[in-house]
Nanobody, 116 residues
Framework: QVQVVESGGGLVQAGGSLRLSCAAS????????IGWYRQAPGKQRALVAQ???????RYADSVKGRFTISRDNANKAAYLQMDNLKPEDTAVYYC??????????WGQGTQVTVSS
């Protein structure tokens, strides 16, 4: 059984930084791709950043150059460093562990609010 828990959200002023953490339980963490998603009120959940089991990364255009995704397989953790935050980054952020077979395990989300 895989469980995923996000932390690190909060309230920050525009231009500030936050670091989100994703802690996972279960086996074979290193084999998962990890995605950070966000969902703003009235909008669909969307991919923000992803890191594969091999360490390749990709980002949504809106966060390129500001957000950095990383992973620590030894500690079954992943991170999303968010710099130069903007009000439009306000959303609930979710971590997802994704198997190549298609199974996905979601966390409960953490709120990020950026004030102008």
């Amino acid at each position: 059984q895989v469980q995923v828990v996000e932390s690190g959200g909060g309230l920050v002023q525009a231009g500030g930084s936050l670091r989100l953490s994703c802690a996972a339980s279960g086996s074979f963490f290193s084999a998962f791709a990890i995605g950070w998603y966000r969902q703003a009120p009235g909008k669909q959940r969307a991919l923000v950043a992803q890191i594969t089991s091999g360490g390749a990364t990709r980002y949504a255009d809106s966060v390129k150059g500001r957000f950095t995704i990383s992973r620590d397989n030894a500690n079954k953790a992943a991170y999303l460093q968010m710099d130069n935050l903007k009000p439009e980054d306000t959303a609930v952020y979710y971590c997802a562990l994704q198997r190549s077979s298609g199974s996905t395990y979601w966390g409960q989300g953490t709120q990020v609010t950026v004030s102008s």
